[in-house]
C-alpha cells in the first residue's frame, strides 16, 4: 500500500496544488484519480464533513482542504524547499493573501466565467492590481512569491493560472497582462514552466472543454 | 440598561485604578445625551456606533498593560471592536501567551486612517500591529501570536498531523458559525426554518468532533477552541432568534463552553450572552429584521 496517496480529479486546481507540493517535496505518491460525475467511497470516508477533494492520505490518515495539506506537506517533509518563509510575518503575509484569494478572487473568477460581467470586470482588476503589488513586495526582486522557489502564495494562485486563462478566453480579455502587471506576468510564465508544474497542469483548451461540457450538462439539468 | 454592569463581575487583568473605569462611563454619558435627544425628537436614525459603544458593558478593556509594560504593549497593538468574535480570537490567544498589548476600540461607521493603513484590503477588524507591521483576518493572527510568542503554551499541536486537523475544524468554524448563525438573526420564514436545520448540523458536527475530551485539541486549550469559543457568548442570541436551544441538541458543546469560561483568558474576554443579544437587537433594528 502507498503510504501516500492523493484523491483528485485533473481539471480542480486545489488538487493541484497538493500536486505540485508533493512535486516540489519529491514525495513519491499514488494519484487516485476520482470520476468527474462522482464520489467514490474512498472520498466520502476520508472527507465525511465536506465531501470533497483533495484528499491526501498519509499512513492511512486523511488530510482535506488544499491550503491546509500544502502546510502539512511543509510540516511533515522537511526537506528543501520550505513553501512557508522562515519569518512569522512573512508567513502570516502568505497565508493572508492566500485567504484573499480562495475568499475573494476565485469565487470572482467563477463568476466571471458564468458570465457576469460590469463590476465584476472592476473587481477583478482591481484585485489583480492587488497582487501584483503583493508580488513586488513579497518577491522582493526574485521570481517568485516564495522568493528564488516556488512557495505557499505561488501554490495557492498559480495552479489557478489554468482557470483564469480560461476565464479571459470567455472575457475576451486578458486579466495578468504583462503591460499592466508586468510582474504577475512575468510570473505566471515561470510558474507554469517549474518541473514541478510542467507535465500536471492542465492544458487550458482541455479545461475549456471541460467547462463548456459542464455548462451544456447544467444547462440540461435546469429543463 | 444604559449603564450594565460588569460583564463577569471579574477585574481586569493588570493593575488599573478607579479613574480609568470612568471613562467608558464619561463616554457612555456624552453619548446617550447625544442619543437621548435624537430620540426625543424623534427623526434622526440612531447612528450605529453610539449603540456600539451604549451597549459596550463596563468591562475593563481586555488587558490594560501594567505601566512597566507600557513600552512592550507599545509594540503590540490591537485594533479591534467589543463586540467582535473574531477579534475576541485574538485577545484569548494574546492573554494565553501573557502578552502585554494596547487594545484599541475602532468605530466602524468611521474607521480610524491607522486602520485603513494596515489593513487596507479588506478596511476590517481585527488587525493586530506589531512592531508597526499590520498582521489580518484573525485565524492568520492566531497563528502568528502562537508562532511569535513561541516560549507561552502552544496554541496549535507540535505534530504536523494534530495541526493539520485542527486547522481543518478553525477552518470548518470560519467557514460555518458565523454565516449560518447570522441568517438565523436576519432571515424569517422558511429561509430561517433551513438556516436553523443547518445550524443544528453543524452543532452536532462539532459535538462528534468533540467527543468526552475536555478541548477540542485533548487536554490542551488550543487553537480550535480559540476559534469557536467567543461564538459561544452567541449562542444565546442564535437559539432565541432561530427557536432551539443549543444545550438540547449539543450539550457536550455547551459543557465544554462552560469549560473554556473557567479560563481567565475567555471570562476576561467574552461578554455577557444577553449584551450580544442586546447587540444584535439592534442590528436588527439597523436592517430593518422584524
Not at chain 1, 484528499?55 to 492511512?60: K, N, P
Not at chain 1, 480579455?173 to 510570473?187: M, Q
Request: proline share 6%; net charge neutral.
Amino acid at each position: 500500500m502507498a503510504e501516500v496517496k492523493l484523491l483528485g480529479k485533473w481539471p480542480c486546481p486545489y488538487v493541484l496544488r497538493a500536486r505540485v507540493a508533493l512535486q516540489l517535496k519529491k514525495v513519491e505518491y499514488e494519484y487516485l484519480e476520482e470520476e468527474l460525475g462522482g464520489k467514490s467511497e474512498l472520498l466520502l470516508k476520508s472527507n465525511p464533513v465536506h465531501k470533497k477533494i483533495p484528499v491526501l492520505i498519509h499512513r492511512g490518515r486523511p488530510l482535506c482542504e488544499s491550503l491546509i495539506i500544502v502546510q502539512y506537506i511543509d510540516e511533515a517533509w522537511l526537506a528543501a524547499p520550505s513553501l512557508l518563509p522562515a519569518s512569522a510575518h512573512d508567513r502570516a503575509f502568505h497565508r493572508f493573501w492566500a485567504a484573499y484569494f480562495d475568499d475573494k478572487l476565485s469565487p470572482l473568477l467563477t463568476r466571471l466565467r458564468n458570465g457576469e460581467r460590469g463590476r465584476a470586470n472592476e473587481e477583478a482588476a482591481e484585485g489583480v492590481k492587488l497582487l501584483e503589488e503583493a508580488f513586488v513586495r513579497l518577491s522582493e526582486g526574485k521570481g517568485f512569491f516564495g522568493g528564488d522557489e516556488i512557495g505557499y502564495l505561488d501554490i495557492t494562485i498559480g495552479c489557478h493560472l489554468g482557470w483564469i486563462r480560461v476565464t479571459e478566453r470567455l472575457m475576451g480579455f486578458k486579466l495578468i497582462e504583462e503591460a499592466k502587471v508586468p510582474g504577475l506576468a512575468g510570473w505566471a510564465e515561470r510558474f507554469c514552466a517549474h518541473e514541478a508544474v510542467q507535465g500536471i497542469m492542465p492544458e487550458t483548451e482541455k479545461l475549456m472543454e471541460i467547462f463548456q461540457l459542464a455548462q451544456i450538462h447544467m444547462k440540461r439539468s435546469k429543463r | 440598561m444604559i449603564f450594565p454592569s460588569t460583564a463577569h463581575g471579574s477585574s481586569s487583568v493588570g493593575t488599573r485604578d478607579a479613574s480609568r473605569d470612568l471613562f467608558p462611563c464619561i463616554e457612555c454619558l456624552r453619548r446617550r445625551r447625544c442619543v437621548s435627544d435624537n430620540l426625543t425628537r424623534g427623526g434622526v436614525p440612531i447612528e450605529f456606533f453610539h449603540i456600539s459603544v451604549l451597549l459596550r458593558p463596563h468591562k475593563s478593556p481586555p488587558h490594560e498593560p501594567h505601566p512597566q509594560e507600557a513600552t512592550m504593549a507599545e509594540a503590540v497593538v490591537l485594533l479591534d471592536v467589543w463586540v467582535s468574535p473574531f477579534g475576541q480570537r485574538c485577545r484569548i490567544a494574546l492573554a494565553e501567551k501573557g502578552v502585554a498589548y494596547e487594545y484599541k476600540e475602532e468605530d466602524l461607521s468611521n474607521k480610524s486612517p491607522m486602520l485603513l493603513q494596515a489593513n487596507p484590503v479588506h478596511k476590517k477588524i481585527p488587525v493586530l500591529i506589531h512592531d508597526g507591521k499590520p498582521v489580518c483576518e484573525s485565524l492568520v493572527i492566531v497563528q502568528y501570536i502562537d508562532e511569535v510568542w513561541s516560549d507561552g503554551a502552544p496554541i496549535l499541536p507540535a505534530d504536523p498531523y494534530a495541526r493539520a486537523q485542527a486547522r481543518f475544524w478553525g477552518d470548518f468554524v470560519d467557514k460555518k458559525i458565523y454565516e449560518c448563525g447570522t441568517r438565523l438573526w436576519k432571515l424569517k420564514g422558511e429561509a430561517l426554518q433551513e438556516a436553523k436545520k443547518e445550524f443544528i448540523e453543524i452543532l452536532k458536527v462539532l459535538e462528534a468532533e468533540l467527543g468526552d475530551r475536555k478541548y477540542f485539541g485533548g487536554d490542551a486549550f488550543g487553537y480550535v477552541d480559540i476559534a469557536l469559543v467567543p461564538f459561544f457568548a452567541w449562542f444565546y442570541t442564535y437559539e432565541t432568534c432561530g427557536g432551539f436551544s443549543v444545550e438540547a441538541e449539543a450539550p457536550k458543546l455547551v459543557a465544554w463552553g462552560k469549560r473554556c469560561m473557567e479560563r481567565e483568558s475567555v471570562s476576561q474576554t467574552l461578554y455577557d450572552p444577553l449584551k450580544v443579544y442586546e447587540f444584535v437587537g439592534f442590528l436588527k433594528k439597523k436592517y430593518g429584521v422584524e
